[in-house]
């Protein structure tokens, strides 16, 4: 067996498809299906081919469990062999969630390159299990992700505190007011991401009378097929509701202002926490403390908002409007 093996398994027995398992470990549908055949040759059925997915058998469990601790010790040797390369060179493959990468990544990334070169970033956005799990088997050196977070042998560091802010038409009874309070929200108004997208629990955690779990009454209208924090952009711009964003992401300039506008929430504002996450074995220390000082430094979030602003100000920064 090999660990390219025992990559296909671990994948497979995760996504429960040998088509998105190929596509996650790019290579052809055949391949995997050949790899994994022929592991099961040697070790006995690994997994059970129904209809519609793809599930481990008794045994496939146990080796899939044990293929991944595999994985993950493989991680580690690779990045103790990188220890004593430069660590500013080189490519940083970095995770991230669909509701932060589109918005800091245009802000930190030209700061990156003006400090050095060559370092660059490889970029995947996905869930927060699928990137934990990535992180912990090597495939991805770090994630910036949100709270809470947290795995075994993980650094976890806190980079800022982000506010929500209300996203609205122009012309919408509540652009008139200064601040919003929780009670002027309808549950009726709002759209948000579908079930299990991590912004939308906290959103719902900070809003607790809009939860239709917790409280009686209408439910806020939900969207899962392709839905993006964009996409609930459009459809407030088209006067279909309100939504609720993270501050970066409603600074996104997509709209005129006579069009849409957004006010933020009485104190104490509703917020998330956003923080970079790597393997304790990861040697790069000066490439994560660089990217942190520039998603920090590029993010108005950080200079308005963060308590800690001061102490430690990052050497990258070049120009901040917020300054």
Request: hydrophobic share 45%; aromatic share 6%.
């Amino acid at each position: 067996m090999t660990l390219t093996e025992l990559r296909y398994i671990v994948a497979l027995a995760q996504e429960q498809h040998f088509g998105r398992a190929a596509e996650r470990c790019h290579v052809s549908q055949p391949t995997l299906s050949i790899a994994v055949k022929k592991l099961e040759e040697e070790l006995g059925v690994l997994f059970e081919r129904g209809k519609t997915r793809i599930l481990p058998t008794p045994l496939g469990m146990k080796i899939v469990a044990m293929a991944a601790k595999v994985l993950e010790q493989a991680a580690a040797i690779k990045d103790v062999a990188e220890a004593d390369k430069e660590q500013l060179e080189g490519p940083i493959a970095l995770g991230t969630l669909p509701t932060i990468g589109p918005y800091l990544l245009p802000q930190f990334i030209p700061l990156l390159q003006e400090t050095t070169n060559k370092l660059s970033l490889y970029v995947e956005e996905g869930g927060i299990a699928d990137l934990a799990g990535k992180l912990r088997n090597g495939d991805l050196d770090a994630l910036l992700v949100t709270t809470p977070f947290a795995e075994a042998d993980v650094v976890v560091q806190p980079l800022f505190d982000e506010p929500f802010v209300l996203l609205l038409p122009s012309d919408h009874r509540l652009a008139s007011k200064v601040r919003i309070e929780a009670t002027d929200l309808r549950a009726e108004e709002l759209l948000l991401l579908g079930e299990g997208d991590s912004l939308r629990e906290q959103i719902l955690a900070a809003f607790p009378h809009l939860d239709p779990h917790k409280e009686s009454g209408a439910a806020v209208r939900t969207f899962t097929q392709g839905a993006t924090l964009e996409t609930l952009r459009h459809m407030v711009a088209s006067h279909l509701g309100i939504t609720i964003l993270p501050q970066t992401a409603a600074e996104a300039p997509l709209y005129a202002p006579n069009l849409l506008t957004t006010r933020p929430f009485t104190d104490p504002a509703p917020r998330r926490t956003l923080v970079l996450a790597w393997r304790v074995s990861f040697p790069r220390h000066k490439a994560i403390d660089l990217l942190r000082k520039a998603i920090q430094a590029s993010s108005s979030a950080y200079w308005n908002y963060n308590t800690a602003k001061s102490q430690d100000a990052p050497g990258v920064m070049v120009e901040n409007r917020n300054w």
